[in-house]
């Protein structure tokens, strides 16, 4: 067997790499390794494995075997099974074309960006401080939406709900005070009735029954221990446009105290102390017949905004209505 022992080959002329026109052959199971750079002509065909430092590959390169290099200058057409551990030195890595068939145990990227449709056939978790969605329909099929999944108490729930972006935000969340959902603007249901409803009450020991208007407070106040007449004090109705046109109503359950009948006489909006249209003309012509002195007497309170204007507690007229015997 003959056997060629040399440092270095190069051209004729000495001042190239020589050319192979007749090809080179490997034996199998053999690795072809070039230490320097390698150029491959269009139609280049390599069956066995081979390792290059460098590796540029013209249109129609191929190869059946391995191929390792530090880095890969062209197209790769075909199957690539390895690992591409590193391309900080790629301006625009791309080159997979068609409809390839990729499997990776994890992919960690700065930026992401898919031009046609994306499906994610497992769970999607995404870490981060915001979530963007520009389209023009949002589907869920889940019949349950979480929001605020971390968390662990009712006082961090609080202020949780949806915002609608407009002139002004509309808000629908829930208030950890109230132990409700509370909306910044009124609620129209298309649905009149109500299926089940109860009204918070106020239990209050003397003879001022303060209220507080939509708040976690509550519009029926009952007082016990009073010593004289009840005043009703009521406060933090709205005073904006939106509030114009609307009536509020209130009312004071009076307990008889000492054998005596009490009575509510006075009742101040905002502060603003109202003349109360009863019932028959006067408050005496209003409870007549009705007052206990062993029981109750409930009182109702209408405030209408008679004038168009909810600016002031002084465009509302009051009325109110007696009933009693209750013992």
Same mark, same amino acid.
């Given at each position: 067997?003959?056997?060629?022992?040399?440092?270095?080959? @190069?051209?004729?002329?000495?001042?190239?790499? &020589?050319? %192979?026109?007749?090809?080179?052959?490997?034996?199998?199971?053999?690795?072809?390794?070039?230490?320097?750079?390698?150029?491959?002509?269009?139609?280049?065909? +390599?069956? #066995?494995?081979?390792?290059? $430092?460098? /590796?540029?590959?013209?249109?129609?390169?191929?190869?059946?075997?391995?191929?390792? =290099?530090?880095?890969?200058?062209?197209?790769?057409?075909?199957?690539?099974?390895?690992?591409?551990?590193?391309? !900080?030195?790629?301006?625009?890595?791309?080159?997979?074309?068609? $409809?390839?068939?990729?499997? @990776?145990?994890?992919?960690?990227?700065?930026? @992401?960006?898919?031009?046609?449709? /994306?499906?994610?056939?497992? *769970?999607?978790?995404?870490?981060?401080?915001?979530?963007?969605? *520009?389209?023009?329909? +949002?589907?869920?099929?889940?019949?349950?939406?979480?929001?605020?999944?971390?968390?662990?108490?009712?006082?961090?729930?609080?202020?949780?709900?949806?915002?609608?972006?407009?002139?002004?935000?509309?808000?629908?969340? %829930?208030?950890?005070?109230?132990?409700?959902?509370?909306?910044?603007?009124?609620?129209? &249901?298309?649905?009149?009735?109500?299926?089940?409803?109860?009204?918070?009450?106020?239990?209050? $020991?003397?003879?001022?029954?303060?209220?507080? %208007?939509?708040?976690?407070?509550?519009?029926?106040?009952?007082?016990?221990?009073?010593?004289?007449?009840?005043?009703?004090?009521?406060?933090?109705? &709205?005073?904006?446009?939106?509030?114009?046109?609307?009536?509020?109503?209130?009312?004071?359950?009076?307990?008889?105290?000492?054998?005596?009948?009490?009575?509510?006489?006075? +009742?101040?909006?905002?502060?603003?102390?109202?003349?109360?249209?009863?019932?028959?003309?006067? /408050?005496?012509?209003?409870?007549?017949?009705?007052?206990? !002195?062993?029981? %109750?007497?409930?009182? #109702?309170?209408?405030?209408?905004?008679?004038?168009?204007? =909810?600016?002031?507690?002084?465009?509302?007229?009051?009325?109110?209505?007696?009933?009693?015997?209750?013992?």
């Amino acid at each position: 067997m003959s056997e060629l022992r040399v440092d270095n080959i @190069v051209s004729a002329d000495g001042t190239a790499a &020589p050319t %192979y026109s007749q090809g080179v052959i490997v034996g199998s199971g053999k690795t072809f390794t070039v230490r320097g750079d390698v150029d491959f002509q269009s139609g280049a065909n +390599v069956s #066995g494995a081979v390792t290059f $430092s460098s /590796l540029s590959i013209a249109s129609g390169f191929s190869v059946t075997g391995v191929i390792t =290099a530090t880095s890969f200058v062209g197209n790769v057409t075909g199957n690539v099974t390895g690992n591409a551990s590193t391309a !900080t030195l790629a301006t625009n890595a791309q080159g997979l074309s068609g $409809s390839p068939d990729i499997t @990776v145990t994890n992919v960690s990227a700065q930026d @992401v960006q898919v031009g046609g449709a /994306l499906t994610v056939t497992g *769970n999607l978790t995404v870490n981060g401080t915001q979530t963007i969605i *520009n389209t023009t329909n +949002v589907e869920i099929t889940d019949p349950l939406v979480g929001i605020g999944s971390g968390n662990t108490t009712d006082s961090q729930a609080d202020g949780d709900g949806i915002q609608i972006y407009g002139a002004t935000n509309k808000t629908f969340t %829930y208030n950890d005070t109230k132990k409700a959902f509370e909306a910044n603007i009124p609620i129209a &249901p298309n649905e009149s009735r109500f299926i089940t409803g109860a009204e918070k009450t106020a239990l209050i $020991s003397g003879n001022t029954a303060t209220l507080t %208007y939509n708040s976690s407070s509550a519009n029926v106040a009952i007082c016990t221990n009073s010593t004289g007449d009840i005043t009703l004090d009521v406060n933090g109705i &709205p005073t904006s446009s939106d509030f114009d046109n609307h009536a509020v109503t209130f009312t004071v359950i009076a307990t008889s105290t000492s054998g005596i009948a009490r009575t509510c006489t006075a +009742v101040n909006m905002n502060g603003v102390a109202k003349t109360i249209k009863w019932a028959g003309g006067s /408050l005496e012509n209003a409870v007549s017949g009705l007052t206990t !002195t062993a029981g %109750y007497t409930i009182y #109702g309170f209408t405030g209408i905004n008679t004038v168009g204007s =909810a600016s002031t507690t002084d465009n509302y007229e009051v009325f109110g209505v007696a009933s009693g015997g209750f013992y």
